[in-house]
């Protein structure tokens, strides 16, 4: 729980000495925070929360700030797949300590893409990934997909603006139609962001409420059509 737990740091080039912080009996999820972010950003805390809140995991942050936080975006987002790919080397060093067959890799904005180019080159499980970021990334190629893990669920909150409003996961959930303006967001200055950051809210509080964001396979409620829940057990299709 969130009274209880280790931190330690670690370089993706070097991730061994993390060894003594992972509980081999427990799952793992690697959470990478978006553009202009770093792991001190406030939407990497309400993750963080919401994990020890639930407790019984490992939790993994990536921390590229260095670059994500740079306000040439064009430039940023060149760097993505190329992360991605040495993440991935990075967590096969691990796999005696990692399950990736258990692993959930979660990635916003640009940590979405990141997450996907991760799953390409390590064997992942699960991908969340939460409003991905439109701008220069489709139809490009290097953009988060299905075939990236096992399952890949996509939350969109701010489609065609920040975030993307095509459909590439396995599951898409579309938050309030998915786009802006989200609720409790400004309508005027400021909405798209808002609705865009408003994914990793939605993500944080479906951990401790499994059952808060229920979703139907369009977008009108039809009676015979079947319920499910978006968040970290989310079905493949």
Wanted: one cysteine or more; hydrophobic letters at 40%; a negative charge.
């Amino acid at each position: 729980n969130s009274s209880h737990f280790t931190s330690i740091e670690s370089t993706v080039t070097n991730p061994g000495n993390i060894a003594d912080a992972i509980l081999t009996d427990r799952d793992s999820i690697l959470y990478i925070h978006g553009f202009m972010e770093n792991t001190e950003a406030e939407n990497v805390r309400v993750i963080i929360r919401a994990y020890l809140d639930k407790g019984d995991v490992n939790v993994i942050l990536l921390d590229w700030g260095d670059i994500a936080y740079h306000i040439n975006y064009v430039y940023v987002a060149s760097q993505v797949a190329a992360i991605g790919k040495v993440v991935a080397e990075s967590l096969n060093q691990l796999i005696e300590l990692i399950d990736l067959d258990t692993l959930h890799v979660i990635g916003h904005s640009l940590g979405a893409h990141i997450a996907g180019n991760v799953g390409r080159f390590a064997n992942i499980s699960r991908i969340t990934g939460l409003d991905p970021a439109f701008p220069l990334f489709y139809p490009s190629a290097c953009h988060i997909r299905s075939t990236d893990a096992e399952v890949v669920v996509i939350l969109h909150t701010d489609g065609g603006f920040y975030g993307a409003a095509i459909n590439t996961g396995t599951v898409d959930f579309y938050a309030n139609k998915g786009i802006s303006v989200q609720p409790g967001c400004p309508i005027i200055f400021g909405a798209e962001l808002c609705s865009h950051q408003r994914s990793v809210a939605i993500y944080a509080e479906s951990l401790n409420n499994p059952k808060a964001f229920p979703a139907h396979k369009c977008f009108d409620k039809i009676a015979d059509v079947e319920e499910v829940y978006f968040g970290d057990s989310t079905p493949k299709n």
